[in-house]
């Protein structure tokens, strides 16, 4: 390889590593993305202007510029509750890419290198079928009679042992050409379809990260294939990254990777019912409530993001903020549809970055609040989790909102979370009820604390 070459490839390496580095926190994240966009331009200006081989450089570039358009015009459109499903897509077509960079590499080549090659084929095709039904679930474009899903689970597994064998196979006979290539990558992409369609909606952020570890793995192995040091270090990081996220989200669930990939739904267990006394709340007595406290935790859900009353939340705090009333948000690891879901959706309304405070800081400060706002939270705040030995959700860390002095509800219905169990916070004599959608409920809100002024 070129020198220089070389030398652009680390330099996009290493900015590579910073920017995953500097997406670990919300006050960085946004300087984090930028980096990992250079580093991305700097790596394909170098392989456009270094790769003599490639003898349509200029269908290249085109195709290279329709790319990045296509994803900065998706990027800039979708809404903060399809973020998931933009995720899914284009990691799909990411393990789709580089299978088929295998494939192309594939015939002709022997001994270690064929192996990888049919390697990054399988995994980068089980990645792109099952982020591809991973799209489609949580578009809502297709569901799944849950009575089929073991049928296709054990499909699923008998069509992946298929694809192993046949992989092997092409190995160690060292016969077949493109076509062969063609046929386990569709094989395997089908496999990882039928295993993901079982699997429900609200399990699919901890099945997309896995997708996305085995993306970055393919592309690794891709890297060892081209003998591309810049390949093996990106794909490293998305593997590494991919693999520590699905294994924190489980464990904020207090649910196993295999629990969330075979059972398609959370843990079974008899949970107790609420008993007591829903009491329900005015939208004038909530923002007189607000008013005259002195801390106050706003605790985000995904009916926030659903209701997309993040620019209410803003001003609601703004007001408070100025009848000196100190606000705080605390945000629950599983919030939302993805990691850093909440963050995004409010950094989007301007919120400070110092007002965000993950589980573990804000759960001490509960004690000394005021009033917590929730705002479509559910099982994330329910005391079950602590107490309730048969429920579903127990063990799983929460938000203990039920140690403040008063807890306002803002949610349209009394209806259940995904854990599909009663939450005794609603019927706990300190909480009242705000009915209604979230962001009439939070604009009414506006509204009344305005005429306080």
């Known amino acids: 390889m070129n020198p220089i070459a070389q030398v652009l490839y680390m330099a996009s390496a290493t900015l590579f590593v910073l920017g995953v580095r500097f997406l670990g926190s919300p006050a960085s994240a946004r300087s984090g993305n930028r980096l990992l966009a250079i580093g991305m331009l700097l790596a394909l200006g170098t392989t456009l202007a270094f790769a003599p081989h490639y003898d349509h450089v200029v269908w290249v570039a085109l195709v290279a510029l329709l790319g990045s358009a296509i994803g900065v015009v998706s990027a800039r459109r979708v809404r903060m509750t399809a973020m998931p499903q933009m995720v899914a897509f284009f990691n799909g077509l990411g393990g789709g890419a580089a299978a088929l960079v295998a494939a192309g590499g594939w015939p002709g080549s022997s001994g270690a290198a064929s192996w990888l090659a049919l390697l990054t084929m399988v995994l980068g095709s089980v990645s792109f079928g099952g982020s591809i039904i991973a799209f489609l679930k949580l578009q809502e474009w297709i569901r799944v009679d849950l ?158 993001a659903v209701a997309r009353a993040q620019l209410e939340v803003k001003q609601v705090i703004d007001l408070l903020n100025g009848f000196g009333v100190e606000v705080l948000f605390g945000i629950h690891p599983v919030a939302g549809r993805m990691p850093g879901h909440m963050n995004v959706l ?108």
């Open 346 to 453: 409010l950094a989007e309304a301007d919120v400070a970055y110092d007002q965000l405070w993950e589980m573990d800081r804000i759960n001490p400060r509960f004690r000394d609040t005021d009033v917590v706002l929730v705002v479509g939270a559910n099982d994330v705040t329910n005391p079950a989790a602590r107490t309730q030995t048969g429920s579903p959700l127990f063990g799983m860390p929460i938000l203990n909102v039920d140690e403040a002095r008063h807890v306002v509800v803002l949610k349209r219905s009394m209806g259940r979370g995904f854990a599909g169990v009663d939450n005794p916070l609603y019927v706990d004599p300190k909480t009242r009820m705000l009915f209604g959608d979230a962001k009439h409920s939070l604009g009414a809100l506006v509204r009344e604390l305005e005429s306080a002024q």
């Open 147 to 304: 009575r089929m899903a073991l049928g296709l689970r054990l499909l699923g597994l008998t069509v992946l042992a298929a694809v192993v064998a046949g992989a092997v196979y092409l190995a160690t006979s060292g016969h077949g050409g493109i076509g062969a290539a063609l046929g386990v990558m569709a094989a395997a992409a089908a496999g990882g379809a039928l295993l993901t369609l079982p699997i429900g909606g609200a399990d699919m952020p901890v099945v997309i990260s896995l997708l996305n570890a085995l993306t970055g793995l393919s592309a690794a192995a891709t890297g060892f294939v081209l003998q591309n040091q810049l390949l093996i270090i990106a794909g490293t990081l998305v593997g590494a990254s991919g693999t520590i996220l699905t294994q924190q989200m489980s464990r904020a669930m207090h649910r196993s990777l295999m629990n969330v990939i075979w059972s398609g739904k959370a843990a079974q267990g008899e949970a107790g019912t609420a008993e007591g006394t829903v009491q329900p709340i005015t939208h004038d007595d909530t923002a007189m409530l607000l008013r005259y406290a002195k801390k106050v935790v706003v605790v985000p859900g995904y009916g926030l």
